[in-house]
């Protein structure tokens, strides 16, 4: 996978070439997100099919505030170019860990970006004692269901999702 290691602040230095179009080699890093990543992000989260980003605050003061209560658990991935061409964001309330906002963007997909975007946020939220992590998922995402059971997750048949708007 092309991981060799971390810097002083925790974020991946090394690197994964991965094939883009043309078959042109592309290095792919990871580093942690930061609020300054939010109009990169959300361009990419906007042309995503999957996102369903109404259903939550998702505008940069939101975004940012799970980025601040979680900064070292939330993370893209980016190209030669600085482009953002993944994100994966970890939050924790303390007691369970969720994955928000996993997203490669389609030019970079099946070279296991998403694979190292929620290995870095299992690692984070392990070393902080968290036991289990959650992702929500809409029925209609098939390759996203796809892609969760090929890591080992499993969905959950006993309770449904519930939510209230303040
Ligand atoms: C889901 C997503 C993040 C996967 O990113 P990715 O970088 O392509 O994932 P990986 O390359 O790490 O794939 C890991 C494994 O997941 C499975 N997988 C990934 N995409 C898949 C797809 N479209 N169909 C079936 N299986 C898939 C494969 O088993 C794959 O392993 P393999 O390449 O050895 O076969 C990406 O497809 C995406 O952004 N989808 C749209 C947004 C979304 O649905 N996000 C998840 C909602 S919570």
Same mark, same amino acid.
């Given at each position: 996978?092309?991981?060799?290691? $971390?810097?002083?602040?925790?974020?991946?230095?090394? $690197?994964?070439? #991965?094939?883009?179009?043309?078959?042109?080699?592309?290095?792919?890093?990871?580093?942690?997100? %930061?609020?300054?990543?939010?109009?990169?992000?959300?361009?990419?989260?906007?042309?995503?099919?999957?996102?369903?980003?109404?259903?939550?605050?998702?505008?940069?003061?939101?975004?940012?505030?799970? &980025?601040?209560?979680?900064?070292? $658990? $939330?993370?893209?991935?980016?190209?030669?170019?600085?482009?953002? #061409?993944?994100?994966?964001?970890?939050?924790?309330?303390?007691?369970?860990?969720? &994955? !928000?906002?996993?997203? %490669?963007?389609?030019?970079?997909?099946?070279?296991?970006?998403?694979?190292?975007?929620?290995?870095?946020?299992?690692?984070?939220?392990?070393?902080?004692?968290?036991?289990?992590?959650?992702?929500? &998922? #809409?029925?209609?995402?098939?390759?996203?269901?796809?892609?969760?059971?090929?890591?080992?997750?499993?969905?959950?048949?006993? #309770?449904? !999702?519930?939510?209230?708007?303040?």
């Amino acid at each position: 996978m092309g991981l060799q290691g $971390s810097n002083k602040t925790g974020d991946e230095v090394a $690197s994964k070439s #991965v094939a883009q179009e043309k078959d042109k080699p592309q290095t792919v890093n990871i580093r942690r997100m %930061v609020p300054e990543d939010y109009d990169a992000s959300y361009a990419l989260w906007s042309r995503t099919p999957g996102m369903h980003l109404h259903s939550l605050n998702n505008t940069y003061g939101g975004i940012s505030e799970v &980025i601040l209560h979680n900064p070292d $658990s $939330s993370f893209v991935a980016f190209d030669e170019s600085g482009g953002i #061409v993944g994100t994966a964001i970890g939050a924790t309330d303390g007691r369970k860990g969720y &994955i !928000y906002h996993l997203a %490669v963007d389609e030019h970079f997909r099946g070279h296991g970006i998403g694979t190292r975007l929620v290995a870095r946020i299992r690692d984070v939220l392990q070393a902080k004692g968290i036991e289990k992590i959650g992702v929500f &998922i #809409v029925n209609d995402n098939i390759q996203g269901q796809q892609f969760w059971g090929a890591q080992g997750w499993n969905p959950r048949s006993d #309770v449904t !999702y519930w939510d209230i708007d303040l």
